[in-house]
């Protein structure tokens, strides 16, 4: 993406955002209220227009033309309440063309829950519901994965089960990125994290740095990352692989 600037009538939520993705990556986006996080995400799902710049998505700039690719859980659970999992989960895959029950089935195990559960989702708790709308934006195998606090109202062994869920998909290859403000959850698992300040980005570190830590009771969310990352220090970014900038590096967006 290249000098994105987002309005909201006289509001700008994205100034002048330039930034590079390398795919296979779990990215992380931090930051205050009305930062910019959502906007971003949005614009790169190509959910939002720029009011000004460029966006190039899986080397295309018409992002709709590969939104199949794509997986999107936002705030909303985009479930129909008077169906049940399974049915949510065949609707949703029949409009990507798939017809698999067995894929929907385990869709619904890989978030922790039983495909054969028979009650309507409207009668889910909230944390289940947040589940179930994570295996609607997974069932098709996106190669881009956008989740707006996927957290939300869900506890901390289901949140456990999410976050592992994401660092299985990230190393099978999916990009995924995530909005949230629980970052420690997050802590074990990424690869790097996105500030935004006022709608600017103002940082981008490898892993999530202790000062951008947020205060949760996650110390075991997620298994930590293999061996061949540990050592690659936030403040040091030229000692790892690359520039967490984005240089030399394959843009996804």
């Known amino acids: 993406m290249r000098d994105v600037v987002r309005h909201f009538g006289r509001f700008a939520a994205l100034r002048g955002i330039t930034a590079d993705f390398a795919p296979g990556r779990l990215y992380v986006l931090l930051g205050e209220n009305g930062a910019g996080k959502t906007t971003l995400l949005r614009v790169i799902a190509g959910l939002l227009e720029p009011s000004r710049g460029a966006v190039r998505v899986l080397g295309s700039e018409n992002i709709r033309a590969v939104a199949t690719r794509f997986g999107y859980m936002g705030h909303a659970p985009l ?53 179930i709308s994570l295996a609607r934006a997974i069932v098709h195998g996106p190669e881009l994965l956008f989740l707006d606090e996927p957290f939300s109202n869900v506890d901390l062994r289901s949140a456990k089960q999410m976050t592992t869920l994401l660092a299985a998909m990230r190393d099978q290859g999916t990009t995924i990125f995530v909005v949230t403000h629980q970052a420690a959850l997050m802590e074990p698992v990424a690869d790097e994290s996105i500030v935004l300040d006022a709608g600017r980005l103002i940082a981008r570190e490898w892993g999530i740095p202790s000062r951008l830590l947020t205060p949760y009771p996650a110390a075991e969310a997620a298994p930590h990352r293999p061996s061949a990352d540990v050592g690659v220090s936030p403040q040091h970014p030229e000692s790892a692989r690359q520039d967490p900038s984005g240089t030399n590096r394959e843009a996804q967006s």
């Open 79 to 131: 479930l129909y309440d008077e169906m049940s999992a399974m049915e949510n989960l065949e609707y949703f895959s029949a409009l990507y063309g798939i017809n698999d029950r067995a894929r929907c089935q385990e869709a619904i195990r890989t978030v922790g829950l039983d495909p054969a559960l028979e009650r309507r989702v409207g009668q889910y708790s909230q944390g289940m519901r947040q589940r």
